[in-house]
């Protein structure tokens, strides 16, 4: 059976095990199946990202076991593999029962928005100026 989505039983049970090679879980968290990221989450990301589904198929129809595909991916392409990462997280994250979890309840509306030109006075002084000079950092995480 295809979803609105359209993929099918075969490329969610594939899509099943590559996240699982993302998202194993452990420590009372569900690894990505069983949190049925293949399922109704990945419809849910996929909607409003529909740009990142013609990747995800692309990636499950690749050849070999996930975990070296992924590898293999994340070294060769790393916006394919952040493309594909992202859709997997995305999708987790919004399954509430891994929310619940996490102690993470969601988008909430902001209490005491910032006043349009607050962000101004933060920038008085040149004290971030070496944090913009610097740009901005992060460090990969390979997959697991």
Known sequence: MTSAIDLGADQRLRLAEFADCLIAGGVGLPSAS??????????????VRPDLLPLVRDILAEEGAPADV??????ADPPRF??????????????????????FPGPV????????????????????????ARGPIYRPTPPT
Do not use: T
């Not at 952040?82 to 102690?103: C, T």
């Open 34 to 47: 069983a949190a049925d990221l293949h399922g109704m989450w990945i419809d849910r990301v996929l909607r």
């Open 70 to 75: 992924l590898a293999r991916i994340q070294e």
């Open 82 to 103: 952040s493309g594909f990462s992202f859709a997997i997280a995305g999708a987790y994250l919004i399954n509430p029962r891994v929310r619940e979890v996490l102690g």
């Open 109 to 132: 509306p902001v209490k005491n928005p910032a006043f349009p030109d607050e962000a101004e006075a933060f920038l008085e002084g040149g004290i971030l100026e070496a944090v913009i």
